[in-house]
């Protein structure tokens, strides 16, 4: 974008990785929601595809509560797959 002398440039979204001790660190995030029952297969198979770990699943009448710890590299795209797949 360019506008009044100013320039712009927007790239990929990246997630930073620390080294710590000759090893690779990511960041991990917790990733919660409450979640209809109807659609709650399509939203754990979404976010527990790249090996994210469910820490508490609370059941409740027309709902379920879920939290996930997951990397930061799962969430680049995951909010608009979830709104497609379980309808909003």
């Given amino acids: 974008m360019r506008r009044e002398?100013?320039?712009l440039t927007i790239g990929q979204p990246q997630v930073?990785?620390?080294?710590?001790?000759d090893k690779k660190h990511?960041?991990?995030l917790k990733y919660w929601w409450w979640m209809c029952r109807g659609f709650q297969r399509e939203g754990i198979d979404m976010v527990t595809s790249a090996?994210?770990?469910?820490?508490?699943?609370?059941?409740r009448v027309k709902m379920q509560h879920l939290e996930f710890e997951i990397p930061s590299r799962g969430?680049?795209?995951?909010?608009?797959?979830m709104l497609t797949?379980?309808?909003?």
């Avoid at 930073?16 to 001790?21: S, T």
């Avoid at 090996?51 to 059941?59: I, L, N, T, V």
């Fill in 51 to 59: 090996g994210e770990k469910c820490w508490s699943w609370k059941a």
């Fill in 5 to 7: 002398g100013f320039e």
């Fill in 85 to 88: 797949n379980t309808a909003g």
């Fill in 26 to 28: 990511e960041p991990f």
């Fill in 75 to 81: 969430l680049i795209g995951l909010r608009s797959n």
């Fill in 16 to 21: 930073l990785v620390k080294e710590i001790n």
